[in-house]
Antibody, heavy 120, light 110 residues
Framework: LQLQESGPGLVKPSETLSLTCTVSGGSISSSSFYWGWIRQPPGKDLEWIGSIYYDGSTYYNPSLKSRVTMSVETSKNHFSLKLTSVTAADTAVYYC?????????????WGQGTLVTVSS | QSALTQPASVSGSPGQSITISCTGTSSDVGGYNYVSWYQQHPGKAPKLMIYDVSNRPSGVSNRFSGSKSGNTASLTISGLQAEDEADYYCSSYTSSSSYVFGTGTKVTVL
């Protein structure tokens, strides 16, 4: 299973950050996985953003929940992240990852990450 | 949800064993056996090393082991090797149905 993030590397303050994670080597419609997003500000620690199941059910980090929307596009075998009203504090490397759908909570496979900078 | 507490740095000589601690609360580490550990080399994505407190994914060296006591989880690296030099993060499932990560530990091989 391989994951690849894509999207704009630069977003203006107050605008919406939009990223896509394309899945290869497996189907996003698989009931075996949740699909997640994690971010890491430069030189700082990891922060889990949220996860989505193929049926669209989601669970989000409570601290970001009001600004986050995730979706799944089965026809394109990818899932997406939208983060609204961004500020400089949202500058980070954004990773997508998989987690098993039952009996465990862990992040198995990770994309290589994409740097998003919030700046005017 | 506050980050789990890890030591900022741990070091050891080749061949030695080191242990990294990860302290949380009864709402995360202490409440669930869903602690995982990730290794991150500079500029690279994290790699899962331990899950469900003490399980190793296929392909991860048996030099890596995990344990938990109360609200504190631990990662032990035995027979330390130069390639083990990296940042290590713990993570736990939480009572808020979310994940929380640790503050990260830089492992240096002397």
């Amino acid at each position: 299973l391989q994951l690849q993030e894509s999207g704009p590397g630069l977003v203006k303050p107050s605008e919406t950050l939009s990223l896509t994670c394309t899945v290869s080597g497996g189907s996003i419609s698989s009931s075996s996985f949740y699909w997640g997003w994690i971010r890491q500000p430069p030189g700082k620690d990891l922060e889990w953003i949220g996860s989505i199941y193929y049926d669209g059910s989601t669970y989000y980090n409570p601290s970001l929940k009001s600004r986050v929307t995730m979706s799944v596009e089965t026809s394109k075998n990818h899932f997406s992240l939208k983060l609204t009203s961004v500020t400089a504090a949202d500058t980070a490397v954004y990773y997508c990852a998989t987690e098993p759908s039952g009996g465990s909570y862990r992040l198995d496979y990770w994309g290589q990450g994409t740097l998003v900078t919030v700046s005017s | 949800q506050s980050a789990l507490t890890q030591p900022a740095s741990v070091s050891g000589s080749p061949g030695q064993s080191i242990t990294i601690s990860c302290t949380g609360t009864s709402s995360d580490v202490g409440g669930y056996n869903y602690v995982s550990w990730y290794q991150q080399h500079p500029g690279k994505a994290p790699k899962l090393m331990i899950y469900d407190v003490s399980n190793r994914p296929s392909g991860v060296s048996n030099r890596f082991s995990g344990s938990k006591s109360g609200n504190t989880a631990s990662l032990t690296i035995s027979g330390l090797q130069a390639e083990d030099e990296a940042d290590y993060y713990c993570s736990s499932y939480t009572s808020s149905s979310s994940y929380v990560f640790g503050t990260g530990t830089k492992v240096t091989v002397l």
